[in-house]
């Protein structure tokens, strides 16, 4: 199972992360509602993937809770707003009511829980025809404990209900109500049962009180839970999650042998300030690694040669290297190996990978960028990793003549038969010398340079690539008059 999820999570990565870069490009109204469409299929086989290992991971005895810092009420108004719109188009009154005394933030594992709801509110949502889903909680402080609290969850529903006789197996695997249509409704039988599974491994309870064709209540309660005094979280959220221009400009190298993997992270991180080395395989990344010393590697495990995990190995145990942060990002489900990950990375991305997800990664490993540092001074650039750059980024006039040095052998070397050939195997190899003295030298008419280059490439725009390139001359020019 573990292995099929793999495979099957690879080109769903494709598929859901380059409708997710498409939507913005798209304006015709019958175009975007197409590309919906396949964003919700995709969705739903993923879901659907995701239900049958997570049952068979709990079956297995191999799920772990992840307990954490969560803030309930986002959750919350996080599964109120999924399932707002769906409720309208049903023509169903969707109600929330929270506790005003719910703490801000519990200890729990916010993934199940959101899985909990999800489920349940969905199928209350699926099996409604008209009148209500309200979703509830209220919480009571512990009279031995003040920092633990007994929470309860309601999800109450005017639907089809069910009988009495279905409300003793609605909870086993692969089952659905007898007044359940599966063509009607669809659905596997799968949620309640994970569900429950769920409910139990965090040690609650479920009760289920309901009569066909009047609706049902499931009550969700969870005794003794630890409030988090933590306030990380909060200020982790107030940063934006959809624009990778928060961090400072850095240089970091995409491995991973599947081609379109590589070309949605390329995708998101066009038009932004960071520079995007590639590798194919672990010995490819290697050798990158060392020639350029990125800011961060995102690292695919499963490659041909050498495996993400080898990688991460050697990588840690090299002093020139071993301060590169790195995330895993893998299509992998499969985590029984996470302890032993985490002493080789610094995170985890599991595919299909989102912006979202990627940046929430980022946040903890990449510096933020002067706008959202208000500690720093406008004047006042800091290397994007002293360890990595040993260099200031505001050149010196001695490293300015080193690179100017280097860009003169460069325009001897390549940029004189290139800008006659235009070959594109040569311009993408000029771009990788460029972007490699960035890294040692930080040139801002150099790096908007490349950017603007790579822009082009990316969008075969050879109206402007011969322009670019010739312009490359005067960019060497503007260099040796900062030196004289």
């Known amino acids: 199972l573990a292995n099929m999820s793999h495979e099957i999570r690879t080109p769903m990565n494709a598929v859901l992360g380059f409708t997710e870069l498409l939507k913005p490009l798209i304006k015709e109204p019958l175009s975007q509602e197409y590309l919906q469409a396949i964003a919700a299929s995709s969705k739903t086989l993923l879901s659907l993937i995701n239900d049958i290992l997570d049952l068979s991971k709990i079956e297995a005895g191999r799920l772990e809770l992840d307990p954490e810092p969560t803030p309930l009420k986002n959750i919350f108004k996080d599964i109120y707003n999924i399932f707002l719109h769906k409720a309208q188009d049903k023509g169903l009154s969707l109600q929330m009511k929270l506790d005003d005394h719910l703490p801000e933030l519990v200890i729990f594992d916010e993934v199940r829980l959101r899985q909990i709801l999800f489920n349940v509110v969905g199928n209350a949502i699926k099996f409604t025809a008209s009148g209500t889903v309200q979703i509830s909680s209220q919480c009571s402080f512990n009279s031995d404990n003040e920092d633990k609290i007994n929470l309860e969850i309601r999800i109450r529903d005017t639907g089809i209900g069910i009988s009495q006789s279905d409300r003793d197996h609605i909870f086993d695997a692969f089952t659905q109500s007898q007044g359940q249509s599966n063509r009607k409704f669809g659905g596997t039988g799968l949620g309640l049962a994970i569900t429950r599974r769920l409910v139990d491994m965090i040690g609650g309870t479920i009760e289920l009180q309901s009569e066909l064709a009047k609706g049902s209540l499931f009550i969700f309660r969870f005794p003794d839970v630890p409030i988090s005094h933590s306030r990380v979280l909060a200020s982790v959220q107030e940063q934006p999650i959809s624009d990778l221009n928060q961090f400072q400009p850095s240089t970091i190298l995409v491995v991973d042998d599947i081609v379109s993997n590589r070309e949605l992270i390329r995708g998101y991180f066009r038009d932004t300030a960071h520079t995007l080395l590639f590798a194919e395989d672990g010995e490819e990344a290697i050798r990158v690694t060392f020639n350029h010393f990125p800011d961060l590697i995102l690292l695919d495990l499963r490659m041909p040669r050498m495996n993400g995990r080898e990688v991460a190995n050697f990588l840690k145990e090299s002093q020139q290297t071993q301060h590169i942060p790195i995330v895993i990002v893998t299509a992998s489900s499969e ?124 969008n075969f725009d050879w109206d402007m690539i011969p322009q670019t390139i010739l312009k490359f001359k005067t960019l060497l020019e503007s260099v040796a008059e900062e030196v004289d």
Do not use: M
């Not at 990950?341 to 991305?349: A, H, P, Q, R, T």
């Open 335 to 458: 985590f029984k190996d996470e302890q032993q990950l985490k002493s080789i990375c610094e995170g985890f991305v599991l595919k299909p990978v989102k912006i979202s997800d990627l940046i929430r990664v980022l946040q903890s490993l990449l510096p933020p960028s002067q706008e959202l540092d208000s500690s720093s001074s406008p004047n006042d650039i800091a290397p994007v990793n002293p360890e990595v750059n040993s260099f200031e980024p505001a050149l010196t006039p001695v490293h300015l003549a080193e690179l100017l040095e280097k860009l003169t052998i460069l325009k001897k070397n390549s940029w004189v038969s290139l800008s006659e050939t235009l070959e594109i195997e040569e311009v993408e190899r000029f771009v990788e010398d460029l972007q490699a003295l960035t890294i040692q030298y930080y040139y801002l008419p150099l790096v908007n340079y490349i950017q603007n280059l790579e822009k082009q490439l990316d």
